[in-house]
């Protein structure tokens, strides 16, 4: 009588342990489809960022003649 009630317990554990596992698998699929926030520092780091390369693609290297 007693290992009936302990077959029955660890069977309806081993089934929580696979409904976990498939709701993490599911929780998963969905968070990778959703877009990320992107933080109003990193907009701003990357603004910032953006506004640099285009003055160094817009910078001229000077030149010096030498005297001899």
Known sequence: MFWKVWLIV???LVL?????AI???IDLQREKKRP???PKHL???RK???EYT???EQ???PTHKRQQ
Do not use: N
């Open 10 to 12: 660890a069977g309806l």
């Open 16 to 20: 929580g342990w696979i409904a976990y």
């Open 23 to 25: 709701w993490r698998a």
């Open 36 to 38: 990320k926030p992107k």
């Open 43 to 45: 907009q701003e780091v």
């Open 48 to 50: 910032s960022f953006d």
């Open 54 to 56: 285009k003055k160094m």
């Open 59 to 61: 910078y001229k290297k």
